[in-house]
């Protein structure tokens, strides 16, 4: 029998071939592929505007974000909210506050309601495009296992609920270090208020405060935890960053500090020369150091964005110059931010952008930097940031118009240098109230001149009052003016809230030790 030799085809060849090359060919489909940023946003509860090098402090030693600072790019409108849970939902949905948290003020403790489950946070948007994601510290968007983060996005939780100042005041959450206790409420005064079946907010008599590692309570918060607080959570961010060097991730560090009561760590108690709050501004500066240097160790640096802000405007304790006021208030010292964004590489260093920005802007930056998409069934109200944060030539601002909101009600408008700030957003006080209601008038002022709002030229400027009361009054059919308007979104809500732990000390069922 004869044997013919079969001469592969074309086509035969031309398969083995790709089959032999497969392999080369993934390797360096995946070595081109663009690698995913990481992304660290470090929060700081109730810094003041000048409480930091980079934007005057005179006071406090901050040689970390000094060099943050140096090595990257200030944001020097950066926007947060007049007080702590309204700041928090913008940054986690990126809408105005009021859009998606509907409430006169913050949260407390057993409070009914919380950030609805239906609102999509920035950690679920980019844990569905392949992030480990973290949140290490105050969280204040619901204390109630359906508000948490573990059910919000994040991967890993460690923290406290709400405000550090939320507890009972003979566990040290009433009164700084050094401070006497106050003496135990009785029973009877410890009970929650009849008003929270009605409004959803309990009031002012806090159960203990809990320290919950994912849906764990994990201890009682007291002075001696208080005091532990930043570096806890600076040691649990770094070895987050660690563990996950090899993936893109997202850390969301919210600190406590510094927040009454002022509690700076043992090792920086009495360091400075300026008191308790100046030593916690010191101690945050470290935990700032230890994360950038985490990353510049791990060579994580060139390819990590970290943004630097706080929730809200300093209280008197704190420095807001030159700005006017503190927290609480619509005041630009209320809700502007001490803001630095530093990623080596991408962000231009030792530069600064006056262009508005704010909370509100975080999720839809992050979320296309990420590749990720935003929720297109629902209205955002921030913008994309990053050519702004680059400094790419000619780069704007995504905002024509920022809206002042305290609470449910608008107090301001401001478009491009003029902000209008209406004459309700201080309602008058003391034996003159009529008079001065009476002669009530919005006020103008332009921030470029005069960032100190001492000088109301509204009467000198009558057709920048009309067009920014224009523009103020176009919201009536979106957030509404005050109250509830048609672009609100309803909170989240539960039936029968309970503390995480007891005023009897006992911890809620199913977040005892596992």
Same mark, same amino acid.
């Given at each position: ?12 060849? !031309? ?5 032999? =090359? ?8 995946? $070595? ?7 992304? +660290? ?45 309204? %700041? ?13 948290? /509907?409430?006169? #003020? +913050? ?101 203990? !405060? ?41 850390? *969301? ?9 002022? *509690?700076?760590? &043992? ?9 308790? *709050? ?5 101690? +945050? ?41 503190? &927290? ?28 508005? %920005? ?20 629902? &209205? ?11 400094? $790419? ?23 491009? /240098?003029?902000? =209008? ?9 003391? &034996? ?13 002022? #332009? ?8 000088? #109301?030229?509204?009467?000198? #400027? ?36 309970? /503390? ?15």
């Amino acid at each position: 029998m004869k044997r013919f030799l079969t001469v592969p085809t074309p086509l035969i060849l !031309l398969s083995l071939l790709s089959l032999c =090359l497969t392999p080369l060919a993934v390797v360096r489909a995946a $070595e081109m592929a663009p690698v995913k940023p990481n992304f +660290v946003v470090i929060n700081i509860d109730d810094m003041g505007y000048a409480d930091i090098g980079p934007f005057g402090s005179k006071i406090n030693r901050t040689p970390n974000l000094d060099r943050m600072a140096k090595e990257g790019r200030k944001l020097t409108s950066f926007y947060g909210a007049p007080v702590c849970s309204p %700041s928090r939902s913008a940054l986690m949905t990126g809408c105005y506050p009021k859009r998606v948290l /509907p409430i006169p #003020n +913050v949260l407390f403790p057993i409070s009914a309601v919380g950030l609805n489950p239906a609102e999509r946070t920035v950690a679920e948007l980019l844990k569905e495009a392949g992030y480990a994601t973290a949140c290490i510290g105050k969280w204040h968007l619901g204390d109630q296992p359906e508000f948490l983060p573990p059910r919000r996005g994040f991967d890993y939780y460690l923290g406290l609920p709400y405000s550090n100042d939320m507890g009972p005041g003979e566990d040290g959450s009433k009164s700084s270090l050094g401070e006497p206790l106050p003496k135990r409420a009785a029973d009877s005064e410890r009970s929650a208020p009849a008003s929270i079946a009605e409004t959803g907010l309990a009031g002012p008599n806090q159960p203990p !405060l809990p320290l919950v590692e994912n849906e764990t309570v994990i201890a009682r918060v007291r002075q001696d935890e208080q005091q532990g607080l930043v570096e806890r959570y600076t040691t649990a961010a770094v070895k987050f960053i660690g563990a996950h060097k090899d993936t893109p991730f997202f850390l *969301y560090l919210p600190h406590n500090a510094v927040h009454f009561p002022i *509690y700076p760590g &043992k090792k920086w108690a009495g360091q400075s020369p300026r008191g308790n *709050y100046s030593d916690w501004v010191e101690e +945050v500066d470290w935990s700032v150091g230890r994360v950038l240097d985490t990353l510049r160790e791990l060579h994580l640096d060139s390819r990590t964005l970290v943004l630097f802000t706080s929730d809200n405007g300093g209280t008197p304790r704190a420095v807001n110059a030159p700005l006017r006021g503190f &927290k609480g208030s619509t005041w630009e010292g209320g809700m502007r931010e001490p803001t630095i964004a530093w990623w080596p590489g991408k962000i231009p260093a030792g530069t600064s952008s006056d262009a508005i %920005s704010g909370m509100f802007d975080v999720l839809p930056t992050l979320v296309k930097l990420a590749g990720g998409k935003a929720p297109a069934d629902r &209205k955002l109200d921030g913008g994309d940031l990053w050519p702004v944060l680059a400094g $790419e030539e000619g780069a704007k601002s995504p905002h024509e118009v920022f809206y002042y909101y305290n609470g449910l009600k608008l107090q301001g408008v401001r478009s491009g /240098p003029w902000k =209008l700030r209406f004459a309700s957003a201080d309602p008058p006080a003391g &034996k003159n109230a009529k008079k001065q209601n009476a002669v009530g008038q919005d006020q103008l002022y #332009n921030l470029d001149s005069d960032i100190g709002e001492s000088t #109301n030229v509204a009467e000198a #400027n009558p057709s920048e009052v009309a067009r920014l009361r224009a523009l103020a009054d176009a919201m009536k059919d979106d957030l509404g003016l005050d109250g509830i308007g048609p672009g609100v979104r309803p909170l989240g809500r539960v039936a029968n809230p309970q /503390p995480l732990i007891g005023a009897d000390g006992k911890i809620r069922e199913g977040f005892g030790p596992k």
